[in-house]
T-cell receptor, first 109, second 113 residues
Framework: GQNIDQPTEMTATEGAIVQINCTYQTSGFNGLFWYQQHAGEAPTFLSY??LDGLEEKGRFSSFLSRSKGYSYLLLKELQMKDSASYLCAVMDSNYQLIWGAGTKLIIKP | IAGITQAPTSQILAAGRRMTLRCTQD?????MYWYRQDLGLGLRLIHY???????GKGEVPDGYSVSRANTDDFPLTLASAVPSQTSVYFC????????????FGPGTRLTVL
């Protein structure tokens, strides 16, 4: 079966750095997405990786290793507004997104 | 309209009733999707449409139907609602069904009693 695993919840301190991991087992791979979802709101796109390596976008970076079925989202200089759920999703061989359950990130002052 | 809109925002429905959730996008995206989101689970695809006039079944299609008469609209119908269909429903769209980023509507919170 297809599976996306990510931690249920993480806590970090304002101004710090946090890494959210995602491992996947899917039928085929056509890219990995990270979305941010604030409570009661819609998911919003953060990043997309299809090749191995690190993609940097401001305070957020995303890393992919296809051979290991592994990705992480790195958030630097954490702000209170970064408190949200972070969703990892993999596009499979049918070009459908398979979603993880999300990681709830709690930022403490 | 800017982006994707969904209606209603929330709804309480008696079991056995018929309900249509509406979704409209103004980005001229070819592909549209319906997901449900339940606590502790990832988003699950209900139905999708790669282009106007075509639809397909996702991971959890039973009890739901869709139509895609034009590019902009993609309604989701529950023919006879059951309590297990209590969920938050998100509509999304993308320029192409392949690797394009999906953009989400604000969601509909549905409670079936």
């Amino acid at each position: 079966g297809q599976n996306i695993d990510q931690p249920t919840e993480m806590t970090a301190t304002e101004g710090a750095i946090v890494q959210i991991n995602c491992t996947y087992q899917t039928s085929g791979f056509n890219g990995l997405f990270w979305y941010q979802q604030h409570a009661g709101e819609a998911p919003t796109f953060l990043s997309y990786n299809v090749l191995d390596g690190l993609e940097e976008k401001g305070r957020f970076s995303s890393f992919l290793s296809r051979s290991k079925g592994y990705s992480y989202l790195l958030l630097k200089e954490l702000q209170m507004k970064d408190s949200a759920s972070y969703l990892c999703a993999v596009m499979d061989s049918n070009y459908q997104l398979i979603w993880g359950a999300g990681t709830k990130l709690i930022i403490k002052p | 309209i800017a982006g994707i809109t969904q209606a209603p925002t929330s709804q309480i429905l008696a079991a056995g009733r018929r309900m249509t959730l509406r979704c409209t996008q103004d980005m001229r995206h070819n592909a549209m999707y319906w997901y449900r989101q339940d606590l502790g689970l990832g988003l699950r695809l209900i139905h999708y449409s790669n282009t106007a006039g075509t639809t397909g079944k996702g991971e959890v299609p039973d009890g739901y139907s869709v139509s895609r008469a034009n590019t902009d609209d993609f309604p989701l119908t529950l023919a006879s609602a059951v309590p297990s269909q209590t969920s938050v429903y998100f509509c999304a769209s993308s320029g192409a069904p392949s690797t394009d980023t999906q953009y989400f509507g604000p969601g509909t919170r549905l409670t079936v009693l």
